[in-house]
């Protein structure tokens, strides 16, 4: 059984950093694309990040550039999301999400139960 | 970036009757190399995380109800549920994969009439 598991959410000041772990079991993790996916309190998907096999490749939103850095641990089975400089729109529950693929261009087959993450003073 | 613009934003349907839920994108989400548009629907309930109904506009997930199904081509895509369970009641998100950013529509919320 394909799991998911998030961690490392919390209650952070504006500027602030944190970093989100998802530790993954139930398939061969080093085979797939992970990302994170996140949702602002009672608003839509929006997509964070992505990394490859490898963790060569990464990809991310124009809004979180340069202050989120995701990154993984196939010997652990384990994705990161480093996250500097954090705002109050970045308030939400991140979804750590299994790509379909090796590729980063597939949908989502499995999602985290998620972590909330709240940025405010 | 490719916009998606889901349609209605809510909808209130009868038990056993058909839902339809448009998806469209500002820019066309079909690979002519593998003949595959890269577009997914995804339903979510309260408190939930997103799970996937449907992948490549139509291929249904393993273990979603046949009641589900997925059409279009291009930039304009459904979900239709054929007759309406209680179970069904959720928001329900498609999501492009054609390229990065990956984008979702803003959420259809379907109800009980």
């Known amino acids: 059984e394909v799991q998911l598991l998030e961690s490392g959410g919390g209650l952070v000041q504006p500027g602030g950093s944190l970093r989100l772990s998802c530790a993954a079991s139930?398939?061969?993790?080093?085979?797939?694309?992970m990302s994170w996916v996140r949702q602002a309190p009672g608003k839509g998907l929006e997509w964070v990040s992505t990394?490859?096999?490898?963790?060569?490749?990464?990809y991310y939103a124009d809004s979180v550039k340069g202050r989120f850095t995701i990154s993984r641990d196939n010997s652990k089975n384990s994705l990161y999301l480093q996250m500097n400089s954090l705002r109050a729109e970045d308030t939400a529950v991140f979804y750590c999400?299994?790509?379909?693929?090796?590729?980063?261009?597939?949908?989502?087959?499995?999602w985290g139960q998620g972590t909330l993450l709240t940025v405010s003073s | 970036d490719i916009v998606m613009t889901q349609s209605p934003d809510s909808l209130a349907v009868s038990l056993g009757e058909r839902a339809t839920i448009n998806c469209k994108s500002s820019?066309?989400?079909?690979?002519?190399?593998?003949?595959?548009?890269?577009l997914a629907w995804y339903q979510q309930k309260p408190g939930q995380p997103p799970k996937l109904l449907i992948y490549?506009?139509?291929i249904r997930e393993s273990g979603v109800p046949d009641r589900f199904s997925g059409s279009g081509s291009g930039t304009d895509f459904t979900l239709t549920i054929s007759s309406l369970q209680a179970a069904d009641v959720a928001v329900y998100y498609c999501?492009?994969?054609?390229?990065?950013?990956?984008?979702f529509g803003g959420g259809t919320k379907v109800e009980i009439k």
């Open positions: 490549w506009a139509s």
């Open positions: 820019q066309s989400v079909f690979f002519s190399t593998n003949n595959e548009n890269y």
């Open positions: 999501q492009q994969y054609y390229n990065t950013p990956l984008t």
């Open positions: 990394i490859s096999v490898s963790g060569d490749d990464t």
């Open positions: 139930g398939f061969t993790f080093s085979n797939y694309a």
């Open positions: 999400a299994k790509g379909g693929g090796n590729y980063v261009l597939y949908s989502f087959d499995y």
